[in-house]
């Protein structure tokens, strides 16, 4: 069936240090959005990615869709601790929109 | 910012025993959905249902599961015998509409706070 990966499993740095998550499908997706849960929360929506090779920020967030539309990355500048929890990537193969396949997750944590 | 609401947040049920979560979507949403989230895991797709059917439903949703909107604001997910790996974090979400157009731009999805299911 359809998959998403997403690496890597756990990523924990220093406050002010890069973060980047990437996300890689076996197969051509339709659009793909990320969201965010805080430890204990629930999933919220942070952006989605329609078009090939396109790159969206959000302050210091880069969102980035690759060109055959099969992967995507997260990248977070200078890291603060309010950016900790599991950022997760879900693919969108078409048709019912709803169907999101989300990738495992990457769980970030910030040391002050 | 409106809220998708869930009932309750905690659920704890003895092993072949119903159980029936419950969600009040966005009032002027259309499409809802319910997802889960086995401990640790990823998010995984449940369900999808609009106009009062189901639009779509993944290998987890066998016959055990079902659901309902008996009225005009809640939607309803029904597990009739819970089995022990059914305990998880059950999301509902709900969007205004979905995009229909050949490019596939879907609609964010808003998540409730979850339901965590214990089956013991």
């Known amino acids: 069936g359809q998959q998403v990966m997403q690496i890597p499993q756990y990523q924990h740095v220093q406050e002010g240090e890069d973060f980047t998550t990437y996300c890689n499908s076996s197969?051509?997706?339709?659009?793909i959005q990320w969201y965010k849960q805080r430890p204990g929360g629930h999933p919220v929506f942070l952006i989605q990615?329609?078009?090939?090779?396109e790159v969206k920020k959000q302050k210091r967030l880069t969102f980035q869709f690759g060109e055959a539309k099969k992967n995507s990355s997260l990248h977070i500048t200078a890291t603060q601790t309010t950016d900790v929890g599991t950022y997760f990537c879900?693919?969108?193969?078409?048709?019912?929109?709803?169907?999101?396949?989300f990738g495992k997750g990457t769980k970030l944590s910030v040391k002050p | 910012e409106p809220e998708v609401t869930q009932t309750p947040s905690h659920q704890v049920t003895q092993m072949g025993q119903e159980v029936i979560l419950r969600c009040v979507p966005i009032?002027?949403?259309?499409?809802f959905y319910w997802y889960r989230q086995i401990l640790g895991q990823k998010v995984e797709f449940l369900v999808s249902?609009?106009?009062?059917?189901?639009?779509?439903k993944s290998e987890i949703f066998d016959d055990q599961f079902s659901v309902e909107r008996p009225d005009g604001s809640n939607f309803t997910l029904k597990i009739r015998s819970t089995k022990l790996e059914d305990s998880a974090m059950y999301f509902c979400?709900?969007?205004?509409?979905?995009?229909?157009?050949?490019?596939?731009?879907?609609?964010?999805?808003?998540f409730g706070s979850g339901t965590q299911l214990s089956v013991l």
């Open positions: 249902f609009y106009n009062n059917e189901i639009s779509e």
């Open positions: 197969t051509t997706l339709s659009n």
């Open positions: 979400a709900s969007t205004l509409y979905r995009d229909t157009r050949p490019l596939g731009r879907g609609e964010k999805l808003f």
């Open positions: 879900a693919g969108n193969y078409g048709g019912s929109q709803g169907n999101l396949i």
């Open positions: 009032s002027n949403h259309l499409y």
């Open positions: 990615l329609v078009k090939s090779g």
